[in-house]
């Protein structure tokens, strides 16, 4: 069992480690900075300046995710589903044995964290009583105590919500591989992605995105017939009329950003911006919910997240050495991080840091 936690400071008579009275962040750290892995062993903890804060050793780490008020960072390990108190730097395993598959989500309020899978299984972690609970759920809608998850329960896919009872409430009966990401800051929408089947398509499941987001048709056949393809489209629950409508193809992972007025996707495009196909290939974009104006950010990129202030894009660029590249929302400037840290490409968040206090 690993557990070394480095400060990594450039120097600490320069950088001036420990300044904070409770924090192992060095001087002057970023408001804002980056989460992720770089393989096998270590959890990084980076600036948006490049500078890397902390390496934390640990056994095969996944799914970093900051609390809102940058306290804290959940993730997991071999050892279980753990927290990193970002006031002090030290670790805790707060549900032994298990790992989820999916990125741990925060209660707006910070006082619970939540670990998922594919199935109804969930350990929720509540900060103030220090106690595990189970209970169905993926991510709570806003500014209240529910739940919405997409779960295979009973071997059908579909999108699911806790009611305040703690009673399930199936929201969709397409019975398809589904999965839960993200709901709007509004508590109204629920983005979510399915895995469609390819004897039930809606018309627009014969295309896909190409240059600058114009419709490419396929051959379908060949589409779901290469083991190596995994098809998502992403939808919008409307949890006020308890409906939902089809938002983009051949997208995953969508995310809010913080206004609700965007959502950011990785999406596959099977086509390299000069027309080669190319079945492995991701891109990120951003879709505006309102107009459906879509934007195309990078190709070959992925795991894109927002920065907390709504204002920029953060993801992998995936186009030659792994990097994380910055998207400006208003000016459309790309900005690659400097670093001598090579992460690895599917786990990524961007927080805030815990407010800095006076020097003792």
């Known amino acids: 069992m690993k557990r070394y936690l480095l400060f990594l400071c450039v120097s600490i008579m320069l950088a001036g480690c420990n300044a904070l ?16 892995v770089q393989r096998p062993n270590n959890l990084i903890l980076m600036g948006t300046d490049g500078t890397v804060y902390a390496e934390i050793e640990l056994d095969n780490p996944n799914r970093p995710a900051f609390s809102p008020d940058g306290n804290w960072l959940a993730f997991t390990d071999d050892d279980g589903n753990q927290l ?4 002090t730097g030290q670790t ?7 790992t989820f598959a999916n990125v741990p989500a925060w209660r707006d309020d910070n006082t619970q964290v939540l670990w998922s899978g594919t199935t109804a299984s969930t350990r929720i972690y509540d900060l103030t009583n220090q106690e595990v609970i189970r209970q169905a759920g ?6 209240t105590d529910l739940l919405v998850y997409g779960s295979q329960r009973d071997g059908l896919g579909d999108l699911y919500r806790t009611t305040a009872d703690g009673e399930t409430q199936r929201l969709t009966f397409d019975e398809v591989l589904i999965y839960a990401s993200d709901v709007s800051p509004n508590g109204r929408y629920v983005t979510y992605d399915i895995v469609p089947s390819s004897t039930d398509l809606p018309d627009w499941a014969g295309y896909v995105e190409g240059n600058d987001g114009m419709l490419v048709e396929v051959d379908l056949d060949a589409l779901f017939s290469s083991s190596n393809i995994s098809r998502h489209d992403v939808y919008v629950y ?9 938002i983009v193809p051949n997208g995953f992972s969508p995310q809010w950003s913080p206004d609700g007025r965007f959502i950011a996707y990785t999406g596959r ?3 390299r911006r000069d027309g080669v196909q190319n079945d492995e290939m991701r891109d990120v974009y951003i879709i505006e919910f309102e107009t459906r104006e879509l934007i195309f950010v990078q190709e070959d990129a992925r795991t894109p997240r927002w920065s907390p202030d709504g204002t920029q894009l953060a993801f992998f660029d995936m186009s030659g050495r792994t990097t994380i ?3 400006d929302l208003e000016t459309g400037d790309l900005t690659s991080i400097e670093t001598d840290v090579m992460p690895y490409e599917w786990y990524l968040d961007w927080g805030r840091l815990p407010v800095a206090s006076e020097t003792e």
């Open 238 to 246: 409307d949890l006020e009329t308890d409906t939902y409508e089809f």
């Open 325 to 327: 590249t910055i998207y």
């Open 269 to 271: 495009t099977m086509f």
């Open 138 to 143: 993926e991510t709570w809608i806003p500014d």
């Open 92 to 98: 805790s395993v707060v549900v032994a044995g298990e």
């Open 84 to 87: 990193l108190d970002l006031t």
């Open 21 to 36: 009275s409770s924090s192992f962040l060095p001087t002057n750290y970023t408001e804002t900075a980056f989460a992720f």
